[in-house]
C-alpha cells in the first residue's frame, strides 16, 4: 500500500487566494482526520470524518476553513481566504477506526507545508 | 480534561547509551497514551500504543514505554541510542469517548556520535 498520500507536498500563495489540500487515505480505512503543525502550537486536531460524515470539527479555527470528503478515498482542506497566520505542516491521517475514533493507530501522510505571504 | 506534557523539548544522549523521553498525562478516565515519531519532513509514525492492557508496552525499533497510573506517566525508553534514532518524539493521550486526542508539544532527541 502506497500510505496516506497528500498533496501538494509545498504550496507557497499569497494573502487572501484560496488554498485547496488534498488527500488520499489508506484503502479500507474509515476514518480520517485532518491536523496542522506548528512550532507555537504544536499538532492540533482540525477535523475527523468517519465513513465520509465530519464527526468533530471544532478544531477548525475559524469559517475560512472547510474540510470535504466526498468519498471513502479523498478528503479536502479548504482554506479561503488564506492569511500568514495560516501558514504551518497541514496533516492528513487514516484510521481503520474499529474499536475507536483516536484509540486506533493513525497513518499519518507527509504533509503539506503551506506558506502564506 | 485531559493533558499531556513532555518535560523535555530537546534531549541528546551519546549512541551507544540508554534514552529516556518523559511524558505525563492528565485524564478524568482510563486513557490510551500512544508515542509517535517524526523524521524530518515525515508525517508520523506509531512507535507504540497502551489501551489498558499490558502496563508495558514494546514498540518498534526497539522502545518500549510503561504505564505508571500512580506516577501519572508514559515514559518512553530504549537500552541504546542509534544515530537512526534522532527525531522528534510525540507523547499522545486519547479518551475512552473518543473525545479528544492531545499530542504533546514534542521532544527533539539528539544523538551524540
Known amino acids: 500500500d502506497a500510505g496516506v498520500i497528500q498533496s501538494p507536498r509545498h504550496e507557497v500563495t499569497e494573502m487572501g487566494q484560496e488554498v485547496t489540500l488534498r488527500c488520499k487515505p489508506i484503502?479500507?480505512?474509515?476514518?480520517l482526520f485532518w491536523y496542522r503543525q506548528t512550532m507555537m502550537r504544536g499538532l492540533e486536531l482540525l477535523i475527523y470524518?468517519?465513513?465520509?460524515?465530519?464527526?468533530?470539527d471544532s478544531g477548525m479555527p475559524e469559517d475560512r476553513f472547510s474540510a470535504k470528503m466526498p468519498n471513502a478515498s479523498f478528503s479536502t482542506l479548504k482554506i479561503q481566504p488564506s492569511e500568514p497566520r495560516d501558514s504551518a505542516v497541514y496533516f492528513c491521517?487514516?484510521?481503520?477506526?474499529?474499536?475507536?475514533?483516536?484509540?486506533?493507530?493513525?497513518?499519518f501522510g507527509p504533509g503539506t507545508r503551506l506558506t502564506v505571504l | 480534561a485531559q493533558s499531556v506534557t513532555q518535560l523535555d523539548s530537546h534531549v541528546s544522549v551519546s549512541e551507544g547509551t540508554p534514552v529516556l523521553l518523559r511524558c505525563n498525562y492528565s485524564?478524568?478516565?482510563?486513557?490510551?497514551l500512544f508515542w509517535y515519531v517524526q523524521h524530518p519532513n515525515k508525517g508520523l509514525q506509531l512507535l507504540l500504543k497502551?489501551?489498558?492492557?499490558?502496563?508495558l508496552v514494546k514498540g518498534i525499533n526497539g522502545f518500549e514505554a510503561e504505564f505508571k497510573k500512580s506516577e501519572t506517566s508514559f515514559h518512553l525508553t530504549k537500552p541504546s541510542a542509534h544515530m537512526s534514532d534522532a527525531a522528534e518524539y510525540f507523547c499522545?493521550?486519547?479518551?475512552?469517548?473518543?473525545?479528544?486526542?492531545?499530542f504533546g508539544k514534542g521532544t527533539r532527541l539528539h544523538i551524540l556520535p
Open positions: 491521517a487514516s484510521s481503520h477506526g474499529t474499536s475507536g475514533q483516536f484509540t486506533d493507530t493513525q497513518y
Open positions: 484503502s479500507g480505512h474509515n476514518s
Open positions: 470524518f468517519n465513513n465520509n460524515v465530519p464527526i468533530d
Open positions: 485524564s478524568s478516565y482510563s486513557p490510551s
Open positions: 497502551y489501551t489498558s492492557a499490558a502496563t
Open positions: 499522545v493521550v486519547s479518551g475512552p469517548r473518543d473525545d479528544k486526542i492531545i
